[in-house]
């Protein structure tokens, strides 16, 4: 193995005019032996033919079948050379009957040095996409499903349950009573970010109350499931009382004091959100309107409308983001509460007078309160704002109320899933008016500059906010179900598919920092886009924690959504089985319950376990949902189908048909057995067969053999038949080694060791088995992460299954032997369990037949075309800034930094790109698209911190650690300071919270004596 990293000493940012003389890294381990391995090529695909209609992107498979030479097969991923979006502005030029090809590779081949060569004919054709009208199954409620047996999957939801029952319901009620003039005498303070200074406040208690429902689903009828109630009933019956002090009625108007008449235009325009405005505003609570209820005063939402931008102490956070979170609380209540109407035994008074409501009674409180504060945010931006899109940004904010501008804001403007559970609620009402009222507020909070392009399948989602966006489209196609507009349904299917191909991760996730980056840059990314010590020693350190888990949360509940409108297309279930059982069943630490923000993803990397609390932070939030309800998409059905969608220990019933239908099977499982465990009914069963299931599928009915012809990532279907108790279905399916594979062959690194290495260009993934992620501790720096496997992987093999009970129970794991080497191997251990620092992704060489290993002759500059098109665009923003006369800092396109080294790396970038094509190699001119990319993707808007303005904080935080004694105040001051350093690496960081970090560390440092 030859060592680079010695040779570069140079700062990561020289490093673009040496990559290619000296880019040579060989595999690590010796391949002669494996060269003697069978090998297998690929030997057929079909055909890739797509019929596009005008004005749109093609829909290009991100993953199809191939067969292989020695009669295998399986799906593999694609990568097309479409993506540059000049490219795809053109292709929506062309004409109905327009024919053209798409070029694309596999990703992870060696056929030739760029992949597996694929073409993709396309026809410009005068039609629109065929849309589903509606929904054709549901998944059976959470309610209905319960997860069985001494497994992971018990364990972690047993650890939620008991971490959910020591939180103080009055911290959750703390902010409320603040904010409506009630006294908070016996509420503790809340903390985190729902704390009294923070303007997030009440998102927290949001996730809490859906945690709260959750777990009622899965403990109704036991002694935890009593205490749960008890905390969902108190918390409906004080936030209605909150809300009821808003129904106030004004003589002048002759009615109750609406949304429409809080903070008239000329008030508004001089509000403030400083923190002593704030403390003001709550004693007005009976101007809020009627209906409000949020535990923050109305000034909040009403201060968005004057594009009061994410950036300082003086605005706002993200106002309709803590809104919907308390909406959706709510409405999981009365979901939750609605469909459980057998636990009479819940219910014990506390004392003879208690008043004690029914399940109904709660649900039905749930609902009125969440309807009436959503009939507020209708009132407030039906009267209060509008969209207008013409004109530039100055002109459209003229004017307060713009939607198009107000939610085009970094992070301001993240309205969380506003139109899911405003859609949710228009469904649930039956007042007419009310539906129509609703469901257009849902649609208020419609995002066109977002989704314009995304409805016609071109991919504006890269350097956007990761989880600002994922939940709008959720909420687009909740709203199909209302509005009907194939426009909706559009939307979440072009994302979803975009999300699959070009940025997720092996676990499901994406992002990095909190971002979308380029598209098929993920590896590359993962390198290089997010750095820790920035600016120290000159140094760059990629953190390998990306991938936020709000993103996987949301991207599993767009899935889901999605699956219900075409439950028989398996990509959806196989997607969701992949941020499940990997990502999300991962994110809790088993043994002190703690959850991820960001994941462990890349090299070395250790989950970074925190957040214990519903209000500690976002993930915080979702991370007290997600455990306790892993079962919310185990079963769909209909009214004649059910399909078993996920393989997990369960229990389900299906009230329309009246039967219990029992999965018994380990988790995770490569058998299960299905039993009609009570009553008889007449219905097909639809079975997933996991893509990944590739050597082996078979179904026994009663003990008879089913399927004998089956298609990996498909359902195998028993027709509908009269289904009696004691009907047992056995599916069974091996496990099978294979490799997800990143989408670029990540030509450069930055690591601890070797700052700037450059690699000899190689394909990354990360190694399967199953649905499952393997992970290794046993590779800690990119020198010892190469590689040469055969193409049948026969070097990584399976180990014995460790039996195991709660978090151990049935462990998968396997060794990996290098060919020539000795030994026991390197160990690998699935995903979800590894909580020490591991590697996930290797660059791995798979050996392909010689005979069929040809060279691309053609140079490929789309890449760094595209790079180039970009950093262009970027430098116009910034020089039309720059020319302006009166300049507000803060609104600066891009902040000075990252704008320095983008100026720096386009001048390299154009010098490779004009080079005479027999003077430059393929090498060159990828490392110099590389290395664009990188800066294209370190870029802040001007508003935001970067890394280098870290160093001050940095030095104080290291004095401040070193300090052997420290008071709380100096351990909090330290531990909030460490908080600001990840969320201004992660790309969300402001230039407030580090002075505000400064502060608090040095007057703690000053009391430390
Ligand atoms: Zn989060």
Not at 694 to 712: C, D, E, H, I, R
Request: net charge neutral; aromatic share 10%.
């Amino acid at each position: 193995m030859k060592k680079l990293h010695s040779i570069f000493v140079c700062t990561l940012w020289l490093v673009a005019s040496m990559v290619p003389a000296m880019a040579s890294s060989n595999p690590t381990h010796d391949v002669s032996e494996s060269s003697k391995a069978k090998k297998r090529i690929i030997k057929k695909i079909a055909p890739i033919v797509v019929e596009c209609p005008q004005g749109t992107n093609p829909r290009l498979p991100w993953q199809v079948w191939v067969t292989y030479s020695d009669g295998t097969g399986e799906w593999r991923q694609t990568r097309w050379s479409n993506a540059a979006q000049q490219t795809e502005q053109t292709e929506q030029t062309y004409l109905v009957g327009h024919k053209f090809t798409v070029d694309g590779v596999i990703t992870g081949d060696n056929t030739t040095e760029n992949g597996y060569p694929i073409t993709a004919t396309v026809t410009v054709v005068n039609k629109n996409w065929d849309v589903p009208a509606q929904p054709v199954a549901e998944p059976l409620p959470l309610t209905m499903v319960s997860i069985t047996g001494d497994n992971r999957l018990t364990w972690n939801r047993n650890l939620d349950i008991r971490e959910i029952l020591s939180w103080d319901i009055t911290q959750q009620l703390y902010n409320y009573r603040d904010t409506y003039g009630l006294s908070i005498e016996g509420y503790k303070v809340a903390d985190g970010w729902d704390s009294p200074t923070t303007k997030l406040k009440g998102h927290g208690s949001g996730h809490y109350m859906s945690a709260l429902a959750f777990a009622y689903a899965s403990t109704y009828g036991t002694p935890e499931g009593r205490q749960i109630r008890e905390r969902i009933e108190r918390m409906v019956n004080e936030l209605r009382a909150c809300q009821e002090r808003t129904f106030v009625w004004s003589d002048s108007l002759g009615r109750y004091f609406e949304a429409r008449d809080y903070a008239p235009e000329p008030v508004l325009k001089e509000m403030k959100g400083t923190w002593a405005a704030f403390n003001e505003y709550k004693k007005d609570y009976k101007h809020y309107g009627y209906g409000y209820l949020n535990a923050i005063p109305a000034a909040h939402p009403a201060l968005i409308e004057c594009y009061r931008a994410y950036h300082n102490e003086e605005w706002v956070w993200a106002p309709y983001y803590t809104i919907h979170k308390q909406l959706a609380g709510l409405i999981d209540i009365a979901n939750v509460m609605n469909s459980i109407t057998t636990s009479l035994n819940d219910v014990q008074p506390r004392q003879n007078t208690d008043r004690r409501l029914t399940n109904k009674q709660i649900a039905e409180k749930a609902l009125l309160i969440a309807k009436d504060m959503g009939l507020w945010v209708w009132n407030r931006l039906h009267y209060r704002t509008y969209v207008s899109t013409e004109g530039d940004k100055a002109q459209r904010q003229a004017r307060p109320g713009n939607r198009y501008e107000m939610w085009n804001m970094y992070i301001a403007g993240e309205v969380g899933g506003m139109q899911e559970s405003l859609s949710r609620l228009s469904e649930m009402v039956t007042d007419p008016t009310e539906k129509a009222r609703l469901l257009e507020a849902a649609n208020c909070f419609d995002s066109p500059a977002f989704y314009q392009p995304l409805s016609t399948n071109m991919d504006d989602i890269r350097t956007r906010h990761a989880n600002q966006h994922i939940p709008m489209i959720t909420g687009a196609l909740r709203s199909y179900r209302g509005n009907h507009k194939a426009y909706y349904y559009n939307i979440a299917y072009n994302f979803w598919n975009m999300i699959q191909g070009r940025y997720a991760y092996a676990m499901g996730g994406v992002g990095n920092g909190e971002m979308f980056r380029q598209p098929y840059s993920q590896m590359l990314s993962m390198n290089t886009s997010v750095s820790r010590g920035w600016g120290r020693n000159g140094n760059t350190v990629p953190d390998p924690n990306i991938n936020e888990t709000c993103c996987a949360y949301n991207l599993a509940k767009l899935t889901k959504d999605l699956n219900c409108f075409d439950p028989d297309d398996a990509r959806y279930m196989d997607y969701y089985e992949r941020v499940l059982y990997n990502q999300i069943i991962g994110s809790v630490n088993p043994e002190h319950y703690s959850c991820t923000y960001q994941y462990a993803v890349g090299m070395n990397a250790q989950k970074p376990f925190g957040n214990e609390t519903p209000q500690s932070t976002c993930c915080g939030g979702t991370g007290a949902e997600n455990h306790v309800k892993y079962q919310e998409a185990a079963y769909f059905v209909n009214d004649n189908t059910i399909w078993v969608a996920l393989y997990m220990p369960t229990v389900a019933q299906w009230a329309q048909k009246d039967v219990v239908i029992e999965q018994e099977c380990l988790w995770p499982a490569e058998s299960s057995k299905i039993k009609i465990k009570k009553g008889s009914a007449t219905f097909a069963m639809k079975l997933r067969v996991p893509y990944w299931a590739t050597q082996g599928f078979s179904v026994k009915l009663n003990g008879k053999q089913l399927a004998k012809k089956y298609q990996p990532c498909s359902y195998f279907e028993i027709p509908a038949r009269l289904w009696n108790e004691g009907d047992i279905v056995e599916v069974t399916m091996p496990f099978t080694t294979h490799i997800n594979w990143g989408p670029d062959k990540m030509e450069l690194a930055a690591t601890t060791t070797n700052p700037q290495q450059p690699f000899t260009p190689m394909w990354v993934g990360a190694i399967m088995y199953g649905p499952l992620v393997m992970t290794t501790e046993e590779v800690k720096t990119w020198d010892e992460a190469d590689f040469t496997l055969s193409s049948d992987l026969h070097e990584v093999q399976p180990q014995p299954v460790q039996a195991g009970t709660g978090m151990n129970a049935n462990l998968y794991t396997l060794r990996l032997f290098p060919s020539g080497e000795q030994g026991e191997g390197l160990l690998f251990v699935p995903d979800y369990y590894e909580t020490h620092r591991s590697t996930h992704y290797l660059r791995l060489n798979v050996l392909t037949d010689a005979k069929g290993n040809k060279q691309s002759s053609k140079l490929t500059k789309t890449m760094l075309e595209s790079a180039i098109k970009i950093a262009k665009e970027r430098k116009a923003e910034q020089e039309k800034w720059n020319a302006l006369t009166v300049k507000v800092p803060a609104h600066a396109p891009w902040a000075p930094h990252g704008y320095a080294r983008l100026m720096e790396q386009l001048a390299n970038a154009e010098a490779v790109n004009a080079k005479d094509a027999k003077t430059v190699s393929q090498t060159e001119i990828n490392a110099a698209a590389s290395l664009l990319n990188m800066v294209i993707n370190t870029m802040r808007p001007g508003n935001l911190a970067e890394p280098e303005d870290l160093t001050e904080l940095q030095n104080l935080l290291t004095q401040c650690k070193d300090i052997r004694d420290k008071t709380t105040e100096l351990r909090e001051a330290i531990s909030y300071a460490d908080m600001v350093v990840g969320y201004v690496n992660g790309g969300s960081g402001t230039k407030d919270m580090i002075d505000k970090a400064l502060d608090r560390l040095k007057t703690a440092r000053a009391n430390n004596k």
